[in-house]
Nanobody, 114 residues
Framework: QVQLVESGGGLVQPGGSLRLSCAAS????????MGWYRQAPGQQRDLVAT???????NYAESVKGRFTISRDNAKNTVYLQMNSLKPEDTAVYYC????????WGQGTQVTVSS
């Protein structure tokens, strides 16, 4: 069982930045593929970015060049640095851990608005 706790969401103006954090329980965090997904109202949950245990990274096209995913295995934490935020980035952002099973955090709201 893995427990994931996200933090760092909030309200930001267009063009601004936020950094999301996801702290994970468990001693084998380093073996998990970690990811960030987002879900806007009335929409499906979509991939934002993933990072494997070996450090391979994948981004959704819509966030390439603006968002950066990283992980600190010593702190059991994965981050999502979000720059140049747009109103269309507004969503609940969920942390995900995947190996043989998938685990989800409770989500953190990101609102981009002037």
């Amino acid at each position: 069982q893995v427990q994931l706790v996200e933090s760092g969401g909030g309200l930001v103006q267009p063009g601004g930045s936020l950094r999301l954090s996801c702290a994970a329980s468990g001693s084998i965090f380093r073996l998990y593929t970690m990811g960030w997904y987002r879900q806007a109202p009335g929409q499906q949950r979509d991939l934002v970015a993933t990072i494997t245990s070996g450090g391979r990274i994948n981004y959704a096209e819509s966030v390439k060049g603006r968002f950066t995913i990283s992980r600190d295995n010593a702190k059991n934490t994965v981050y999502l640095q979000m720059n140049s935020l747009k109103p269309e980035d507004t969503a609940v952002y969920y942390c995900n851990a995947e190996m043989t099973l998938r685990y989800w955090g409770q989500g953190t709201q990101v609102t981009v608005s002037s």
